[in-house]
Structure formats: C-alpha cells, structure tokens
C-alpha cells in the first residue's frame, strides 16, 4: 500500500476509535487495536525520517553537482576574451 493510502487508513482508524465506533462490528476498540494501530503510526514515523534523510543526501549530491558544473563554467567564462 502506498504512504498515503497507509496515512488515510491510520486517519480513519484513529477516528473511528476517538468517536466510539465499533470496527468491523465487534463492539469498541479494543487494547489490542489501539496498540496496533500506535505500532502502525510508529512504523510510519520511521519510513517517514527514513524518507527525508534519503531526500537530504539527494539534495546535498545535487547541491555538490551544482557547485561543481557552476565553477566549471565560471573558468569557461573567465578564460574567453571579451567575456561579460
């Protein structure tokens, strides 16, 4: 299931417990429910920060790549006559 499909789902339940509502018809939510469910937002907190960390290292390559291709082409500009 994709994250947002799983953050939905996670919504629901969580609301369905807050309003008293019977999950599948059993009566209210049990112990057992509430900690899956905590244990399932965890999971998710985790894969969240995994996520982002991943996506910073991305950034911080890309920024590196910038800065070098930038620099190559500043000397490119520096060296022809007539330039700027």
């Given at each position: 299931?994709?994250?947002?499909g799983?953050?939905?789902?996670l919504?629901?339940?969580?609301r ?5 509502v ?5 009566g209210?939510?049990?112990?057992a429910e ?14 969240v920060?995994?996520d982002?960390a ?6 911080a ?6 800065n ?5 082409i ?11």
């Amino acid at each position: 299931m994709d994250i947002e499909g799983r953050l939905l789902d996670l919504m629901s339940r969580m609301r369905a417990l807050e309003a008293g509502v019977p999950s599948g018809g059993a009566g209210k939510a049990t112990t057992a429910e509430v900690d899956q469910i905590k244990a399932d937002i965890a999971e998710f907190r985790i894969e969240v920060r995994q996520d982002l960390a991943a996506l910073g290292d991305e950034m911080a390559g890309l920024r590196r790549h910038l800065n070098e291709y930038l620099s190559s082409i500043q000397c490119k500009v520096q060296l022809q006559p007539g330039s700027l």
